[in-house]
C-alpha cells in the first residue's frame, strides 16, 4: 500500500526555524515526484513545490520560492519542508502527497497533515 | 485567489443532483491539461475522487462524474447522501505558471 506519513503537530514562535518530514513507503521514493500543498485555515489548497528524490530535481511555486525549502533523504525515505526564519502567516496545515495519475498530474495519496502553528 | 475558479458553496437535498463548476483559462483546462478532482471531508486530507475523464479511485461511487468543455470543467454528484457532505477542489496543470494549480474549493450542503 503506498502511504505517506508526517510528523506531528509544531508549535513554534516568529523567527524560529522548522523543519517537517513526509515518509514514503510501498512504493519506489526515488522514483516518484513528491508535492507539499499548503491549507491556511479555513482556506483552499496551495501547491508549494515538488522534488524528485533521485536527484532531487525541485521546483517551487512562484509564491512560495525563496520562502521555504524541500529537500529529500532517500536513505530513509523521508521528504522535508524547512523554514528558516517562520512568520505568523506560515501557521497552516502542510500535506504532502506523491504525482500520480496517467498524465503524472494530480496527486495521490496524500499525507495526513501537519498543522504549523506559529505565535507572533 | 485561485487561479481555478469554483463557486464557494453548493447545496442539495438528500437523493439530489449537484454540479460544481470549476473555470480556468487557456493556459491550464484549455490547454488540454487533465482536471483532477478532490474531496476534502471535515478534519481530513483531500482525497482524489476523480482523475482526468472520469476515472475513479477503488472505492469512488459512480454517482460521482466529471466532464470539461472548452475552458471550464464540472463535476456532478447524483443521489445526494448526508456522507457527501465536504470540501470539493479541482485541479489541473498550467502552462504559464509551470505549476499545479487548484481551485479555491467549493462546500457542498447536504440539506
Known amino acids: 500500500e503506498v502511504q505517506l506519513v508526517q510528523s506531528g503537530a509544531e508549535v513554534k514562535k516568529s523567527g524560529e526555524s522548522l523543519k517537517i518530514s513526509c515518509q514514503g513507503s510501498?512504493?519506489?521514493?526515488?522514483?516518484?515526484?513528491i508535492a507539499w500543498v499548503r491549507q491556511m485555515p479555513g482556506k483552499g489548497l496551495e501547491w508549494m513545490g515538488i522534488?524528485?528524490?533521485?536527484?532531487?530535481?525541485?521546483t517551487y511555486s512562484p509564491s512560495f520560492q525563496g520562502q521555504v525549502t524541500i529537500s529529500a533523504d532517500k536513505s530513509t525515505s523521508t521528504v522535508y519542508l524547512h523554514w528558516n526564519s517562520l512568520k505568523a502567516s506560515d501557521t497552516a496545515m502542510y500535506y504532502c502527497?506523491?504525482?500520480?495519475?496517467?498524465?503524472?498530474?494530480?496527486?495521490?495519496?496524500w499525507g495526513q497533515g501537519t498543522l504549523v502553528t506559529v505565535s507572533s | 485567489q485561485s487561479v481555478l475558479t469554483q463557486p464557494p458553496s453548493v447545496s442539495g437535498a438528500p437523493g439530489q443532483r449537484v454540479t460544481i463548476s470549476c473555470a480556468g483559462t487557456?493556459?491550464?483546462?484549455?490547454?488540454?491539461?487533465?482536471v483532477h478532482w478532490y474531496q476534502q471531508l471535515p478534519g481530513a486530507a483531500p482525497k482524489l475522487l476523480i482523475s482526468?475523464?472520469?476515472n475513479r479511485p477503488s472505492g469512488v461511487p459512480d454517482r460521482f462524474s466529471a466532464s470539461r468543455s472548452g475552458t471550464s470543467a464540472s463535476l456532478a454528484i447524483t443521489g445526494l447522501q448526508a456522507e457527501d457532505e465536504a470540501d470539493y477542489y479541482c485541479?489541473?496543470?498550467?502552462?504559464?505558471?509551470?505549476?499545479?494549480?487548484f481551485g479555491g474549493g467549493t462546500a457542498l450542503t447536504v440539506l
Open positions: 522534488i524528485y528524490p533521485g536527484d532531487s530535481d525541485t
Open positions: 487557456a493556459s491550464n483546462i484549455g490547454a488540454a491539461y487533465d
Open positions: 482526468g475523464y472520469n
Open positions: 510501498g512504493f519506489s521514493f526515488t522514483r516518484t515526484w
Open positions: 485541479q489541473s496543470y498550467d502552462s504559464s505558471l509551470s505549476g499545479w494549480v
Open positions: 502527497a506523491t504525482r500520480s495519475c496517467s498524465d503524472l498530474n494530480c496527486f495521490d495519496p
